[in-house]
């Protein structure tokens, strides 16, 4: 499918301005849940721009059924599965539906200062490139530093030429409060003169090609890959599909990329993209949160091994 078209812009800088509010709307109980909880991003160890010798910010444990801070993740009871048996969980197209349809109602960290807001307003050459900016950036951040990170490099340099002329110094300025700052302002720099020589300035098509971009992933390319030329081509699974997963006893693994690969063992290739399994961040920021998940606010919590409830 060709990318959507929008008004036409000049090539200025592009301000993409973020809602006032992370406030969500009422849930399906009625009850409101809270302001979006920033997003830990994905931390990612194929990603070139982290250190070997740095100690990432890990995900809290998922908490213990008994324990104060909610939910533990829990061998799956009907509806569910035995993990280790494979195949797809009893029952998960429901529980699946439940949450999109939840999903529609809740305004998450990820909506507002998320990296698929530039393609959304006009998805064109200039706007591909903001994106791989903010994939760039997001490792190891929160939603919000990494948008305003994007945000500052774009006022100043809104086109991949600009950017290369940028001196270094400004760059670094612009990424000081992003981890690994350095080191993600060499891959800017780098993917960028690779754009330009390569591809005109434009993304590449293909997964292999976004991979072989300093700074980029196999995690960061499928996100691309699906908000940019809307092809889906691998899930992309962060810390929240992750932790939801888990819970759900539709997975039983220990990092991300296990429940990437489990999960695109039996999940249909439909519910893989943005209007599908993405959306599942946005309830992990708000409702089935690190700690003391709000199983009482949540539509799937009756199908749920892990929900405790009152």
């Not at 290369?164 to 110094?169: G, K, N, Q, R, T």
Request: charged residues 25%.
């Amino acid at each position: 499918m060709a990318p959507k078209q929008g008004m036409k812009r000049p090539a200025a800088a592009i301000a993409y301005e973020a809602p006032p509010s992370t406030k969500s709307s009422k849930s399906s109980q009625g009850q409101t849940p809270a302001q979006g909880a920033s997003e830990r991003v994905e931390a990612k160890a194929e990603v070139e721009v982290g250190t070997p010798t740095a100690k990432a910010p890990s995900e809290p444990p998922l908490p213990a059924a008994s324990g104060p801070s909610g939910p533990a993740v829990a061998e799956a009871k009907t509806p569910g599965r035995t993990p280790s048996k494979g195949g797809p969980p009893e029952g998960w197209e429901e529980t699946f539906n439940l949450i999109l349809e939840q999903r529609k109602n809740i305004t998450a960290e990820c909506d507002v200062h998320g990296g698929a807001i530039y393609v959304k307003q006009n998805n064109n050459a200039q706007t591909r490139y903001h994106t791989l900016l903010n994939s760039i950036l997001a490792p190891q951040n929160k939603d919000k530093v990494t948008f305003e990170a994007t945000a500052d490099i774009i006022k100043k340099a809104p086109t991949p030429e600009e950017v290369m002329a940028l001196p270094l110094e400004s760059l670094e300025e612009s990424c000081k409060k992003t981890r690994f700052a350095a080191r993600k302002v060499k891959a800017i720099k780098d993917a960028t003169k690779i754009l330009l020589e390569k591809y005109g300035g434009d993304l590449p098509k293909t997964m292999k090609e976004l991979t072989s971009l300093p700074g980029v992933g196999t995690k960061s390319a499928a996100f691309l890959m699906m908000t940019c030329w809307e092809q889906v081509e691998a899930l992309k699974v962060d810390v929240h599909i992750h932790r939801v997963c888990n819970r759900l006893g539709w997975v039983s693994t220990t990092n991300e990329e296990k429940t990437r690969l489990e999960l695109e063992s039996w999940l249909p290739r439909s519910h893989w993209g943005v209007d599908g399994l993405k959306r599942f961040v946005g309830f992990g920021q708000e409702i089935c949160t690190a700690q003391k998940p709000k199983c009482g606010d949540c539509a799937a919590k009756e199908r749920c091994p892990s929900a405790t409830l009152p």
